[in-house]
């Protein structure tokens, strides 16, 4: 397993954590969800920084799992932080800054 493979503390498993978000949040389990995807930003936060690419993937399954439970204030906020990161790390025209735009209901 990955853990085995890169330790705890690693961007392979916070990729995990991230995935695992997007397995558990169709299903249902979308309080489940977002405890992965909090995790996932917690580690890339710490291990990447606040302004990466993978961090904004972060904010942005967090707010997928705000949106689906109705809290759409911190739906927005989580979004938000997203489009911002990803507008100074990647560019206004980069396709997942334009995803950003497209969550927040500017496409």
Same mark, same amino acid.
């Given at each position: 397993? $990955?853990?085995? /493979?890169? #330790? *705890?503390? %690693? &961007?392979?498993? =916070?990729? @995990? +954590? ?6 558990? !949040? ?17 580690? $890339?936060?710490? /291990?990447? #920084? *606040?302004? %990466? &690419?993978?961090? =904004?993937? @972060? +904010? ?6 705000? !949106? ?17 990161? $990803?507008?100074?790390?990647? #560019? *206004?025209? %980069? &396709?997942?800054? =334009?995803? @950003? +735009? ?6």
């Amino acid at each position: 397993n $990955r853990r085995g /493979l890169f #330790g *705890e503390k %690693h &961007p392979q498993i =916070a990729q @995990s +954590y991230f995935g695992l978000c997007f397995a558990a !949040a169709p299903k249902g389990n979308l309080k489940e969800g977002l405890e992965f995807a909090k995790k996932s930003l917690q580690m $890339r936060r710490e /291990l990447l #920084g *606040e302004e %990466h &690419p993978d961090t =904004a993937e @972060s +904010y942005n399954g967090i707010g997928y799992c705000y !949106a689906y439970l109705g809290n759409t204030e911190e739906a927005f906020k989580n979004q938000q932080e997203a489009l911002r990161i $990803r507008i100074k790390t990647l #560019g *206004e025209n %980069h &396709p997942q800054t =334009a995803a @950003s +735009y497209l969550n927040l209901g500017h496409g």
